[in-house]
T-cell receptor
Framework: DAGITQSPRYKITETGRQVTLMCHQT?????MFWYRQDLGHGLRLIYY???????DKGEVPDGYVVSRSKTENFPLTLESATRSQTSVYFC???????????FGPGTRLTVL | KQEVTQIPAALSVPEGENLVLNCSFT??????LQWFRQDPGKGLTSLLL?????REQTSGRLNASLDKSSGRSTLYIAASQPGDSATYLC??????????????FGKGTKLTVNP
C-alpha cells in the first residue's frame, strides 16, 4: 500500500555535486513525472516518462537527467547542482490516457 | 502557451461558510482539469478530475465545475471546516502540448478556515 514514495525527503548538498532523487511507485502506472515547486512559479514539469526507456523534456529540463529502466522507478539526477536548483521536487504517476496524477510526498533539496 | 491563473492567492473565511475558488485558463483546448489540495510540507492530493466533456464533478462537500468555452473552473466547498485549510491548486491537461498526460498548474489559492 506504499503508492508513490520519494527518497530522500530532505537533502542538503553543495554547488557542483551530483545528486540523485529517487521515485518509486507500486501501481504499475505507465506515466511518471518530475516537477519542481518554487515560490512565485508554482509547479513546473521537469521531465516525464511514458514507459520504461521512454523519457521526454518538460518545461524546465536544463541541468537535470532522468532514466527509467524499470516501470516502477524514475530517478532524477542533478549532474552538477546549482543554487538555483534549490527547490521542492515532486514525483507523480498516472495511467495512460489523461487520468489523474498521483503525487509523492516531495523532496526538499537545498544547494549551498 | 497555456497559462492557468488562480485568484485570489489567499482567502480567509469563518468556519461554516460556503466558498468558491476560481481557476481560469487561457486555451480552451484541454483534455481535463484537476483540482488538488496541498497541505504545508506535504505532497499534492487529487480532489476532483473533470474531463473536457463534463460540466461538473462532485465529491462529498466539494463540487467542481468546468466551463471550457470561457476557460473557467470553480471549486465549491460547502460548510467549510478548519480541516479544509490548505492550498488548492488547479491544473489543466492541454491538448496542444504533445500529449494528454502533462499538466499545467496554477499557483494556487491558500485557504484558511477560522474556527
Amino acid at each position: 500500500d506504499a503508492g508513490i514514495t520519494q527518497s530522500p525527503r530532505y537533502k542538503i548538498t553543495e554547488t557542483g555535486r551530483q545528486v540523485t532523487l529517487m521515485c518509486h511507485q507500486t501501481w504499475s502506472h505507465s506515466y511518471m513525472f518530475w516537477y519542481r515547486q518554487d515560490l512565485g512559479h508554482g509547479l513546473r514539469l521537469i521531465y516525464y516518462s511514458a514507459a520504461a526507456d521512454i523519457t521526454d523534456k518538460g518545461e524546465v529540463p536544463d541541468g537535470y537527467v532522468v532514466s527509467r529502466s524499470k516501470t516502477e522507478n524514475f530517478p532524477l539526477t542533478l549532474e552538477s547542482a546549482t543554487r538555483s536548483q534549490t527547490s521542492v521536487y515532486f514525483c507523480a504517476s498516472s495511467r495512460a490516457g489523461a487520468n489523474e496524477q498521483f503525487f509523492g510526498p516531495g523532496t526538499r533539496l537545498t544547494v549551498l | 502557451k497555456q497559462e492557468v491563473t488562480q485568484i485570489p492567492a489567499a482567502l480567509s473565511v469563518p468556519e461554516g461558510e460556503n466558498l468558491v475558488l476560481n481557476c481560469s485558463f487561457t486555451d480552451s483546448a484541454i483534455y481535463n482539469l484537476q483540482w488538488f489540495r496541498q497541505d504545508p510540507g506535504k505532497g499534492l492530493t487529487s480532489l476532483l478530475l473533470i474531463q473536457s466533456s463534463q460540466r461538473e464533478q462532485t465529491s462529498g462537500r466539494l463540487n467542481a465545475s468546468l466551463d471550457k468555452s470561457s476557460g473557467r473552473s470553480t471549486l465549491y466547498i460547502a460548510a467549510s471546516q478548519p480541516g479544509d485549510s490548505a492550498t488548492y491548486l488547479c491544473a489543466v491537461s492541454p491538448l496542444t502540448q504533445g500529449g494528454s498526460e502533462k499538466l499545467v498548474f496554477g499557483k494556487g489559492t491558500k485557504l484558511t478556515v477560522n474556527p
